[in-house]
């Protein structure tokens, strides 16, 4: 089982909304319930800074490094900027680098942290400071390793900054499913949206995330598929307007995994969202994830 993970991915925000501490916890969990051993996990090293500038400009990484982000542009991250943020944050997309050349390994892996979907090349926002997954496209397609990727993003919030980098590019297809009526706005177009009314139960999202990816993969051939496997579409997250049960958002999983291996695509997955008004609960939610992940992979 290849698990990407590292202490250093604390945010070390406190007391706030994002419990960054979920992936410590999501990493005791797997260990706890026998769903993972020691040996499973894999220390990432931060990503470099090359790398970071294949997504990112040149006056944002300054800024971030040198601590001149402006009052607006910390309250733009809604996270308290940080020595230890910017470190963090490094070493996530670094472990998503990781975490894509594990899955063209082994079918499937998991980066337990990522998936900052709203950052964009010259800002962060929600919570999102390095665009990760997008970090590491770039650096495999750079490395030669894969042409094409696909993203399929089932947090609850539209993935605003997936579609602003990559816009266009035929190479990089993107997926969204997610609440209309929430952050962020505007939405700018993914590659194929679906816009789920508030409330949508696990029946009607799992139809139409079936629905739609059929359609993407019927759309597009990807190399290796990112999975940003949100928590926050759980009935009981403070920040989400769906109303998925536990066992929803596992057959959600299920779901992205076989409809990848059907096309023979690996799955890299990284955990994005997830606000549940019990941590447990989103800490069961990622390490349930992980469980299915390691079932896909290559025997
Ligand atoms: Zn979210």
New binding site residues.
Partial sequence: MNIVYSEGYDLHLGDHVFPSVKYRLTKEKLIKEGWARAQDFVEPEPAADNDVALVHEQDYIYKLKHGTLSYTEILRLEVPYSRELIKAVWLCAGGSILAGRLALEAGTSVNLAGGFHHAFADHGE?FCVLHDVAIAIRRLQKDGAIRSAMILDC???QGNGTAGIFGADPDVFTFSIHQERNYPYPKPPSSLDINLEDGTGDDEYLAALEHGLVESFGRFRPDLVFYLA?A?PYREDQ??GLKLSLQGLEHRDRLVFERARKYNAPVAVTL????ARHVADTVLIHATTARIAHEFASP
Wanted: hydrophobic content about 25%; charged content about 15%; aromatic content about 8%.
């Fill in positions: 929600g947090d609850v919030h949100g926050d920040l989400g994005a969202g997830g606000y």
